[in-house]
DNA sequence: TGACTACTGTACCAATCAGTCAAGCGTTGA
DNA sequence: TCAACGCTTGACTGATTGGTACAGTAGTCA
């Protein structure tokens, strides 16, 4: 009765779901198979060091995503507007306006903060980085860029937990959309186009 | 070998720190009972509920610490910027520039969301009723307070998941910053003084 | 002094936890 | 056809989980 997952990377989606809704600690191995439908044989076959592997396994397949699929674009679309409106879409799915967890932000949180720490790390950085790049690239300075490319991802994390607080994807979406605003960039002045709507 | 502990309230504050060290599910007894200096027989004897009790008397606390710290002044008090400000610098203090986890965001994400939801739920709403309430009294209209109400809370919310994940207060510090001069309000213009600075 | 209440330590419980292991299955390549 | 390999199953372990029960101890009031 061999080989009812072809592979491992089939089973990481599950796995990151499970996580998402029930934590590190919370996402027992019973659970686990239940998601996968896989054994603790099969579980351990394929993550010899157990959760914590499986936790850097679904870590390093969002990284990867959003590598391709936000930080990429943002450091080399040739469009930035394009690419950072592209972006807040992208986020705005993947996070099923704020239905949806962030993993890597949940863990942030948790006391399991240490053990993946560097992955955590890389991932805002990387985000940052890369938001970053795409408003200098529509001609603001350094700074400032930094400034307002860390506010869009502080606020994006935040949107989850609150629209999660009060179970309203409205919430979310309406962040998205100040984002929208507060990151696009017209003429030639130094800020956004939000300063006389909000 | 009785009253070694006065009151059920003293061991709230540990308790605090445990759940927010180690969330609802990690903080076991064992840990909690270490933390409190209690057995589990006084542990039981004051929540005779558990650990939810537990959660439930730890998050009535910080309700009653953040209606009497925060809200309170915000909605009644004699000068709204002032009340703004006063938030801002009480909230910094208390999350401890974003080295302290917000439990009820941590509740809010993990998947004890709906065990609480309704003590959640209390707590944003009245954090975000209060600010717009004292948005309103400088001046601004009602729809665009309740916006940026919403906005300011969900950036510290989103502050802190950041500033623990790239393990730098000064991330926390930048956005109080900034929502400082979000929510200031001068003359008789619609919006905030941000407009031309970021 | 003696009851009564409030608190505490500890033994105990069934359930569940992460993790191990040997045996068995199906597929593959020779 | 058969051995080797990769995957799977499920029973098992020892530790830990949240929670209960209860005997006892200290303080308080009469």
Redesign the pocket.
Known sequence: ?????AERSDAIASLAEVFREHGYEG?????IGKATG?????L???FPN??EEMVRAVLAEIEQWFEDSVYSPLRDGDDANAAIATMLNETATYFRSGRRVCLVGALAVANTRDLFAQAIRRYFVAWVDALQAALVRQGRDAEQARLLSEDAVLAIQGAIVLSRALDDPAVFQRAIDQLHARLAFNEGHGGGASGSTL
């Open positions: 009765m061999a080989r009812m997952v996402a027992s191995l019973a659970l896989l054994g603790k044989g099969s351990y076959h394929f157990g959760k």
